[in-house]
């Protein structure tokens, strides 16, 4: 029986936790798909090369215990948590909500982890000195019940950072009370700030890429301000985007107003749109990472050409299964032969 096909027969949250154990088990899942290295998908990305541009968002090993095993699918990156300083069993259940008419999902989890101290000790288990198949970026947000939350950011670059090859500050999850207004003026300057002095001083991290991740529910204004500061705080790239507070009319699942942020494929226009636009306001200076409602290659190229270097998935793996890693790549190197690029390089932001 098909692996995808027999999880969901679980509660959502059940089946998740069902795949970190089933990965655990196999240092190379039965499932996984064999990938060859294709030379046109190379590129160097702030500094890491990568073997290709696709990525495991965060969310899906939060622990970051399976990071090695999910490599082993294909993805030329993956993305550990999100880790928050102290352990947190997040919000109440039911929060993780299928919309399978919709291929979206639904999430309230509220940055359920481990906490730190484990996440690094996971993290140490990998030695990025010896691993050969793949970038292991680390994403990092703030306790609910944080009196300091630019502490908690700190602690987490100087704790997490230097096991990474990158790390992500995500200030844009819709399920952390006050999370959200870190990306706004004022905010955001004092955050990048602080993130550059405590990178500065920390030897280990001289050479870690810092990423922003940001909300697609952000206006033009808003988007301004974050690129500007970006690029003058030295900010390495962003992600974009994070799940959305918005419901599109075209849902039709029954817990389309669930609580939550909504991610999968109801979300790929917009957060399509938001890219373009921040790598317009931007000026084609600092790499992007599309993320938001990938389905197959095609899409993943729609990414690239709209200003992403790099690409993550998250939502198509739980509908598709971990065939969908080998057919997106299959189907993005066909994509740049027809369009006669030698490089995946040559692509990035064409449509903008």
Same mark, same amino acid.
Request: hydrophobic share 40%; glycine share 8%; with cysteine.
């Given at each position: 029986m098909n692996i995808t096909f027999f999880l969901k027969f679980f509660s959502p949250e059940f089946a998740h936790s069902l795949s970190i154990k089933l990965l655990k088990i196999k240092p190379k899942p039965i499932f996984k798909k064999d990938i060859?290295?294709?030379?046109?998908?190379?590129?160097?990305? *702030?500094?890491?090369?990568?073997?290709?541009?696709?990525?495991?968002?965060?969310? *899906?090993?939060?622990?970051?215990?399976? $990071?090695?095993q999910l490599l082993d699918l294909g993805f030329g990156f993956v993305e550990g948590g999100t880790a928050t300083p102290k352990p947190q069993k997040g919000n109440s259940k039911p929060r993780l909500f299928r919309l399978n008419e919709d291929e979206g999902i639904i999430n309230h989890l509220g940055f359920n982890n481990y906490g730190f101290e484990i996440i690094r000790k996971n993290l140490n288990n990998i030695n990025l000195n010896i691993l050969r198949n793949g970038i292991v970026g680390i994403n990092i947000g703030k306790n609910q019940s944080t009196n300091n939350p630019y502490e908690d950011y700190l602690k987490g670059l100087d704790f997490l950072g230097p096991l990474a090859h990158y790390v992500v500050i995500n200030i844009s999850s819709p399920n952390t009370p006050?999370?959200?207004?870190?990306?706004?003026?004022?905010?955001?300057?004092?955050?990048?700030? $602080?993130?550059?002095?405590?990178?500065? &001083?920390?030897?280990?991290?001289?050479?870690?890429?810092?990423?922003?991740?940001?909300?697609?529910?952000?206006? &033009?204004?808003?988007?301004?301000?974050?690129?500007?500061?970006? $690029?003058?705080?030295?900010?390495?790239? $962003?992600?974009?985007?994070?799940?959305?507070?918005?419901?599109?009319?075209?849902?039709?699942?029954?817990?389309?107003?669930?609580?939550?942020?909504?991610?999968?494929?109801?979300?790929?226009?917009?957060?399509?749109?938001?890219?373009?636009?921040?790598?317009s306001l931007t000026n084609a200076q600092l790499p992007l990472i599309g993320v938001g409602g990938i389905t197959n290659g095609m899409e993943c190229y729609e990414k690239i050409k709209s200003g992403a270097s790099l690409a993550q998935i998250y939502t198509s793996l739980i509908y598709q299964g971990p065939i969908v890693v080998d057919n997106i790549i299959k189907q993005l190197i066909s994509c740049l032969i027809t369009d006669g690029y030698k490089n995946i390089n040559e692509a990035v932001g064409k449509e903008v």
């Open positions: 060859k290295n294709i030379e046109m998908l190379h590129q160097r990305v *702030f500094g890491l090369d990568f073997k290709n541009p696709l990525g495991l968002a965060a969310g *899906f090993d939060k622990n970051a215990e399976v $990071l090695k006050g999370l959200r207004d870190l990306q706004y003026r004022g905010h955001i300057e004092k955050l990048a700030k $602080l993130l550059k002095e405590k990178k500065n &001083d920390n030897e280990k991290l001289i050479s870690t890429p810092i990423l922003l991740k940001i909300s697609p529910d952000l206006n &033009d204004d808003e988007l301004r301000d974050i690129a500007l500061c970006s $690029l003058a705080m030295g900010i390495d790239g $962003l992600i974009i985007s994070n799940s959305t507070l918005n419901r599109p009319k075209s849902l039709k699942s029954k817990y389309k107003d669930e609580i939550g942020g909504l991610s999968g494929k109801p979300i790929f226009i917009d957060s399509t749109i938001l890219l373009k636009k921040m790598y």
